[in-house]
């Protein structure tokens, strides 16, 4: 059982939650043009958004890079 405690919404197993999310997702085969109605929809937001296209593309890249060296973690096998 994942609800704890009688209360509504309290996850117990959280590692049992992804599971059961993965398999779900394992299960469902890949579906190309619904994908992609998806990425033209959140696209066709961005632009009425003024977001896409992008004036400078390159805006910014310097605390993207700042940012990804903070969090960069090394992995040793």
Known sequence: MIVAGGEEGMIRDPALLM???NAQVRAQKPDYHRNLE???ALYSEAAALGI???TDPLEGIEIDIRLAKAI???RTA
Do not use: S, T, Y
């Open 38 to 40: 998806i990425f033209e």
């Open 52 to 54: 896409f296209p992008l």
């Open 72 to 74: 960069h973690v090394q």
């Open 19 to 21: 599971e059961f999310e």
